[in-house]
Nanobody
Framework: HVQLVESGGVSVQAGGTLRLSCEVS????????MGWFRQAPGKEREGVAR????????YYADSVKGRFTVSQDNAKNTLYLQMDSLQPDDSGLYYC?????????????????????WGQGTQVTVS
């Protein structure tokens, strides 16, 4: 079993920056595609960014390319999401997720049902 705990969500002004963290604990021996989903009120949960824990390859939603960066610190068992040039449309509850490894493939349509473990979410509000 894997436990995920997000932190770092706050309210910021448009154009600002924010870094989310996700501490990973438990059985970390597995190989996952780790990443971030977000969900705004009344909208479906959407994949934002993900990273292959083995290769370090990263994948981004078109809406955040060039603004968001996903990274991992293996020594700290922590996943990060650096968010720059934030816009009001970036507001939502951000979830850390551990997905099937094949989700970290070019052209793969990453869906919530690909994820086996979830964090509780951290709120980001951009105004």
């Amino acid at each position: 079993h894997v436990q995920l705990v997000e932190s770092g969500g706050v309210s910021v002004q448009a154009g600002g920056t924010l870094r989310l963290s996700c501490e990973v604990s438990g059985d970390t021996s597995g190989t996952y595609c780790m990443g971030w989903f977000r969900q705004a009120p009344g909208k479906e949960r959407e994949g934002v960014a993900r990273i292959a824990t083995g290769s370090g390859n990263t994948y981004y939603a078109d809406s955040v390319k060039g603004r968001f960066t996903v990274s991992q610190d293996n020594a700290k068992n922590t996943l990060y999401l650096q968010m720059d040039s934030l816009q009001p449309d970036d507001s939502g509850l951000y979830y850390c997720a551990a997905s099937i490894y094949t989700a970290c493939s070019s052209g793969y349509i990453w869906r919530p049902q690909d994820s086996r473990y979830w964090g509780q979410g951290t709120q980001v509000t951009v105004s």
